[in-house]
């Protein structure tokens, strides 16, 4: 809680802020699998002499699932929640949800790699929504012949980034460059 008063030509002004942030993230890892799950609430209210703001509040659930196979891909999928709103609502009320997904393959010299995302961000207030789909591929060779003479090295690399907005006239969204 963070207070503040001044006086001045014979008025008083008092301010008070105050933040509040219980959370809990619960993580297994063990060699083979990972397991997680999180939950943070932040939650802000200002009042100042004559007046109080609306509380604010930024609501984030989390979970991880990892796998780690011996001589198989990998994978590891996260997903993330995060609501923002005032008390009733009325000022903001936007949720943003995202999954990621990624995979890695080592053999003999080969490395694959696979990331890929979609996120959507939802504002109820002003009837605006945004998906967003990301993949990213990477395939990787190095290796030498013949006691090390002759070495090979290559690499492929491809990337898609697709963006859908979704707007009844009332808002806008900034394109991400």
Known sequence: MIQTKSESGGIDAKATLIRVRPYIDVTLETPLYTVGLGYVLREERTKATGMASPALFNEEYNGLLGWRPDRLPSLEARWKRTDLYDGQRLLRDVSESTLSLVS?????????????????????????????????????????????????????????????????????FTLPA
């Not at 990213?136 to 002759?150: C, N, P």
Request: zero cysteines; hydrophobic letters at 30%; aromatic letters at 18%.
């Open 104 to 172: 890695r393959y080592h053999f003999n010299g080969f490395q694959l790699h696979y990331s890929g995302v979609f996120s959507r961000i939802q504002d109820d207030r002003n009837h605006l929504e945004q998906k967003q789909l990301y993949h990213s591929a990477k395939g990787v060779y190095g290796g030498s012949f013949w006691d090390g003479r002759i070495a090979i090295s290559t690499a492929y690399d491809i990337n898609n980034h697709e963006v859908k907005t979704f707007s009844e006239g009332k808002g806008f």
